[in-house]
């Protein structure tokens, strides 16, 4: 099993620490805001072409639960009898 890609926020502080020296210096307020706000539209991004990616669901058990829900009624397949008349 492959390892889980590192999220936009682990990416961005690993950047960070690499290149500017983080925690113990830091960026002009601005440059660091723009950063930021960079890291949440890449979240977001993300999140929208991806939920699970996210972590919205961590729990393994949890999300193959889900899967085999959705599985599942995949392959029903509902009768509706309107022939009856009261």
């Given at each position: 099993m492959?390892?889980?890609?590192?999220?936009?926020?682990?990416?961005?502080?690993?950047?960070?620490?690499?290149?500017?020296?983080?925690?113990?210096?830091?960026?002009?307020?601005?440059a660091?805001?723009?950063?930021?706000?960079?890291?949440?539209?890449?979240?977001?991004?993300?999140?929208?072409?991806?939920?699970?990616?996210?972590?919205?669901?961590?729990?393994?058990?949890?999300?193959?639960?889900?899967?085999?829900?959705?599985?599942q009624?995949?392959?029903?397949?509902?009768?509706?009898?309107?022939s009856?008349?009261?």
């Amino acid at each position: 099993m492959a390892a889980p890609a590192p999220s936009p926020l682990t990416q961005t502080v690993r950047w960070l620490a690499n290149y500017t020296r983080f925690p113990s210096s830091r960026l002009p307020e601005k440059a660091e805001l723009l950063v930021l706000f960079a890291t949440a539209a890449s979240t977001e991004d993300l999140a929208k072409s991806n939920p699970y990616h996210v972590g919205m669901l961590k729990d393994p058990n949890f999300a193959a639960a889900m899967r085999n829900y959705t599985a599942q009624r995949r392959k029903v397949h509902i009768v509706c009898d309107n022939s009856a008349k009261t």
